[in-house]
């Protein structure tokens, strides 16, 4: 499954499916980004971040794609659990910010059985 | 890893009271703390960013005689929320980095206030 954060922000795909979670973000400027998880009453959780000199970032079962180019930036779930069922955040940090995070909107992600 | 310990969980108060939040670096130092705030079903929104030892930048549109900050330590920043009325309910979490251009944000578990 596959959203697009601002305009889907749900996305429902079954158990053991792969989850594509888009953000478009808005600062040119940004050098940094981050995606956080985030389950309901909870504080954001790191999950994987990464620069912007590199393009591709893969940690344990979770890949960051970066397109600079539009602005763009995805998440990749590979075999989707239950346990990943939450509200997804990127965040980026813009050069020269005082390292503020500046978060998308979030995606709510549900595994279906 | 690093934590950040943020306490209490949840509050309920009075219409015209205070309420304090506390925000705790239990394994580094915090050189800078930041405090969010998040309606249901909606992203973080910055309210202020505290350096140690100095006055907190306030976010636009933050009332800053409201929302009291204090960061007097490497470890602990707080949150006063003064004259609290029913609007200022929701969630409010902070996050911490420590120095050395670490990137590493961590952020507290968050405080539900209901204000009554």
């Known amino acids: 499954g596959e959203s697009v954060g601002l305009h889907l922000p749900t996305l429902s795909v079954q158990e053991g499916d792969n989850s594509i979670i888009n953000c478009a973000y808005s600062?040119?400027?940004?050098?940094?980004f981050i995606w956080y998880k985030q389950e309901s009453g909870k504080g954001p959780q790191f999950i994987i971040d990464?620069?912007?000199?590199?393009d591709k970032r893969q940690g344990q079962r979770v890949t960051v794609l970066l397109n600079k180019t539009v602005k763009h930036l995805s998440l990749q779930i590979a075999a989707t659990q239950p346990g990943d069922s939450a509200v997804y955040f990127c965040?980026?940090?813009?050069?020269?910010?005082?390292?503020?995070?500046?978060f998308g909107s979030g995606t709510q992600l549900t595994v279906l059985p | 890893g690093a934590v950040v310990s943020q306490h209490p969980s949840r509050v309920i108060c009075k219409s015209g009271t205070s309420v304090k939040i506390e925000c705790r670096s239990l394994?580094?130092?915090?050189?800078?703390m930041f405090w969010y705030r998040q309606f249901p079903k909606k992203s973080l929104m910055l309210m202020a960013t505290?350096?140690?030892?100095?006055?907190?930048?306030?976010e636009q549109g933050v009332e800053k005689d409201k929302f009291l900050i204090n960061h007097a330590s490497l470890t602990l920043s707080t949150l006063t929320v003064t004259s609290a009325h029913p609007e200022d309910s929701s969630f409010y979490i902070c996050?911490?980095?420590?120095?050395?251009?670490?990137?590493?944000?961590?952020f507290g578990s968050g405080t539900r206030l209901t204000v009554v």
């Open positions: 996050s911490a980095i420590g120095a050395g251009g670490n990137y590493g944000y961590t």
């Open positions: 600062n040119s400027a940004s050098d940094y």
């Open positions: 990464i620069r912007s000199n590199m």
């Open positions: 965040a980026e940090i813009p050069s020269g910010s005082a390292r503020q995070l500046t």
């Open positions: 394994d580094f130092q915090a050189t800078t």
């Open positions: 505290s350096n140690e030892g100095s006055k907190a930048t306030y």
